[in-house]
Structures are given as structure tokens and as C-alpha cells.
């Protein structure tokens, strides 16, 4: 955990943060979220995987180290019983309170909470580098070989253990077709190349493996 902090902190102040002992104190409340006991798949494991695709493919984004605060602040608020986009509104929200009190000029809070609300849908503009990559690195796990990918289906139904298994079949369609649906899944040419078509591959076998009611 304390290599995770130091990652925060690179970060915050590579955006511009001024406050060293308010960044210290978010990164602290960060990590508390991230640990937070009903997570089985947003959790640290999660966070971290996000940040090195980030760090991979760093030289791709415009602001980098925007990317990476998005990615600390995007999963931060995560509750499965919310509805709609209320986890990424509150995660944004978060994020510019947070980030605005560690002294990150306001133009720069003001694009982490555009980034973060982008991972509601993971709809990204042409031309929106650092959007792409922050998405990309989110729905990284969709491309895992399918026993990993298995392994993250399984942790998110642990997570939506309060709904029933036919209301939670349902919605988990709907999550599931909606990403199919999408123009492409990853943006950046190089994961685009890599990813997508296992990607695409998973998402149509747990698809097609979900039990009718």
C-alpha cells in the first residue's frame, strides 16, 4: 500500500497539487475506499492494474498524470446497490473535492472529474487521447485469458450478491450487450490491436453462458 500512496503523490504533484499533507490525507481516504470490505473486483487489485496500463501507454496521453489521478478517483465511490451513473457522479464529485483541497489548479480538477465521469459508459470522443486511455485501461480485464476473465465475472456477482440471480441475469445482459454494442471497446491503436478481439470473445461467451430466467 505505501508503493500505491507514492504513486498518488507522484502523481498529484505531477498535475500540480501544492498541499503535500492534504494530497497525503486524499490518497490515505483513497486507499480506505479502495480497501473497503464489499469490493470484490473494484478493489486495490483493480486500481493498480488500471494504473499500469496507464503508465504503459503514459506517452500516448496529453496530460498523463491527470489519467492517473482519474484512474485513483473513477471506482473511489462504489456502491453496487446505486443506480444508474450515480457511483461515477459521487466519484467525480469526490474527486474534485479532494483534489481541489490538495491546491490541483482548477482547470485540472475540473478534467479529472470529466475523465472520471467518461467510465459510466466508456464513450470517448475522436481525438480524446486521454479519455481513450483512461477507458482502456478500465475494461483492460475484459481482454484477460478466459480463466482470468472468469475469475472477474465471478467477483462482480460477489459484489451484487443482494440481487436475486434472475434480476441480477438481467441486468448483467444489459451491461453485457451494451459493451457489444459499442463502436470499438479499446481506442488506442496498439491495445485496439491486442485487445478487442478477445475482448469481444468474452463478453459474447459469458453472454451466451448466462442461464434464462
Do not use: K
Not at 490518497?27 to 499500469?52: I, M, S
Not at 482519474?70 to 453496487?80: E, R
Not at 467525480?92 to 479529472?112: N, Y
Request: proline content about 7%; glycine content about 6%; charged content about 25%.
Amino acid at each position: 500500500m505505501v508503493d500505491l500512496l507514492h504513486r498518488w503523490q507522484a502523481a498529484a504533484r505531477g498535475a500540480g497539487a501544492t498541499d503535500v499533507a492534504e494530497l497525503t490525507r486524499a490518497g490515505t481516504d483513497l486507499l480506505a475506499r479502495w480497501r473497503e470490505p464489499h469490493r470484490h473486483y473494484h478493489d486495490t487489485d483493480h486500481l493498480t492494474a488500471v494504473l499500469d496500463v496507464v503508465d504503459a501507454h503514459a506517452s500516448a496521453a496529453r496530460r498523463p498524470d491527470l489519467v492517473r489521478l482519474a484512474a485513483w478517483c473513477h471506482d473511489a465511490v462504489y456502491d453496487p446497490r446505486a443506480g444508474g451513473d450515480a457511483n461515477e457522479r459521487d466519484s467525480a464529485a469526490l474527486a474534485g473535492t479532494l483534489l481541489g483541497r490538495a491546491g490541483l489548479p482548477a482547470d485540472a480538477v475540473a478534467e479529472v472529474r470529466r475523465l472520471v465521469l467518461l467510465t459510466a459508459g466508456h464513450a470517448v470522443d475522436p481525438g480524446d487521447v486521454d479519455g481513450a486511455l483512461l477507458c482502456d485501461a478500465d475494461l483492460a480485464i475484459l481482454a484477460a485469458p478466459p480463466e482470468a476473465y472468469d475469475r472477474y465475472a465471478a467477483a462482480v456477482r460477489r459484489e451484487y450478491a443482494h440481487v436475486p440471480e434472475p434480476a441480477f441475469r438481467a441486468g448483467r445482459a444489459r451491461v453485457l450487450a451494451g459493451l457489444l454494442d459499442l463502436p470499438a471497446l479499446f481506442r488506442l491503436p496498439p491495445l485496439a490491436r491486442r485487445w478487442e478481439s478477445p475482448a469481444r470473445a468474452n463478453l459474447t461467451r459469458e453472454l451466451s453462458a448466462l442461464p434464462l430466467p
